[in-house]
């Protein structure tokens, strides 16, 4: 029934697993994922334009300036972008688009596209965050300190989310992502088009039946 493909942000606590569950998400349900731009230095195993666009600061400051990002933040002194080109362009095609981003650019996306699902992936408990941070072993204690620092930030804008999923099983989380995506793209307001062509449709047939 929809014409335009939903955007889906999703945001959640760093080491809260919404990675692996977005990626998940992509692969069994077949949404189209943005590779957002970054220039924080690429992990052990992550690939340059399938995890990230990996930039340097010079590269993404112009692409700023080309206003090629339909949002940009600064997370724990990087810079991290969503391309504007792939998002407008897979949305025109009727395809629902997934953003992993955090919270101040869910917040411009918003702004931007108040029609955005925005959804919070949680942790059970804060003693489970803190125990994923420290055995994913990627970060340093340091970095971890400012990650949870963040976190807690982040609870203040919780609220500001339309839906909060909680990922204690990976699979369960997924299907509740998948869900709650599902379940938006019913809603009557996003399908002001079907109502429109069954009124005219209508309009004709029960003429029909008038004597
Ligand atoms: P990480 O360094 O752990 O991959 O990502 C750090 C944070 O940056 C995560 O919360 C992730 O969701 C967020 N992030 C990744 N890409 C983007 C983006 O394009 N824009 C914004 N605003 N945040 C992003």
Redesign the pocket.
């Known amino acids: 029934m929809n014409k335009k493909g939903l955007l889906i942000v999703v ?1 959640g606590f ?1 080491g809260v697993g ?2 692996t569950a977005v990626k998940k998400l992509v692969s069994e349900y077949g949404y189209s994922l943005s590779v ?3 220039t ?1 230095a690429p992990r052990p195993g992550e690939v340059d334009g399938v995890d990230y666009h990996f930039k340097t600061v010079e590269e993404f400051e112009k692409l700023i300036d080309y206003n090629g990002f339909i ?3 600064q ?2 002194e ?1 810079y ?3 391309p504007k080109q792939f998002v407008e362009d897979e949305l025109e095609k009727g395809n629902n688009v997934i ?4 919270v ?2 869910a917040m411009h996306i918003k702004e931007q596209y108040p029609d955005a699902v925005l959804i919070f992936i949680t942790a059970p408990n804060a003693v489970t965050l803190k125990d994923r941070l420290f055995g994913r072993g990627t970060e340093d204690a340091k970095v971890i300190g400012k990650r949870l620092k963040r976190a807690y930030e982040e609870t203040d804008d919780m609220m500001h989310y339309d839906y909060l999923v909680v990922n204690d099983d990976l699979d369960k989380c997924v299907q509740d992502l998948h869900a709650v995506i599902t379940a938006e793209s019913f809603k009557s307001d996003r399908n002001s088009e079907h109502i429109n062509i069954m009124k005219s449709e209508l309009t004709d047939i029960r003429k029909e039946f008038i004597s």
Do not use: F
């Open positions: 945001s760093s919404k990675g957002s731009a970054t924080r949002e940009w933040a997370y724990v990087n991290y972008g969503t953003l992993e981003i955090e101040q650019g």
